[in-house]
């Protein structure tokens, strides 16, 4: 069973940076795709970043230039590496890993978040 467990949230102030990380353990396919996605109150759920094992990275929009995802394989992290923050950036931050192809709510391995606060 994949397991995958974050870290790194906290509080920071806007203009500040962050770096998450999530630990993944477990068996995982050859060909897999891994993403952070964030949920603020009251609001849809966002992918922030996709890749898939040997493929380009995509951001969002909104983080593009700011964030900047890596997938670390000696230690099977993945990291997010978070600046210029703003209070928008304020959510709950998930990694998540499945098979590629498949539409990133079918995806079966989420953490459990790390809460990233920024105040302004």
């Known amino acids: 069973q994949v397991q995958l467990v974050e870290s790194g949230g906290g509080s920071v102030q806007a203009g500040g940076s962050l770096r998450l990380s999530c630990t993944v353990s477990?068996?995982?396919?050859?060909?897999?795709?891994m993403a952070w996605v964030r949920q603020a109150p009251g609001k849809e759920r966002e992918e922030v970043a996709q890749?898939?094992?040997?493929?380009?990275?995509t951001y969002a929009e909104s983080v593009k230039g700011r964030f900047t995802m890596n997938w670390h394989n000696t230690n099977k992290i993945l990291s997010l590496n978070m600046s210029s923050l703003t209070p928008e950036d304020t959510a709950m931050y998930y990694c998540?890993?499945?098979?590629?192809?498949?539409?990133?709510?079918?995806?079966?391995?989420w953490g459990q978040g790390t809460q990233v606060t920024v105040s302004s």
């Open positions: 890749m898939a094992t040997g493929g380009q990275t």
């Open positions: 998540a890993t499945d098979r590629c192809g498949y539409e990133l709510y079918e995806w079966a391995f």
């Open positions: 477990g068996p995982t396919e050859t060909s897999y795709c």
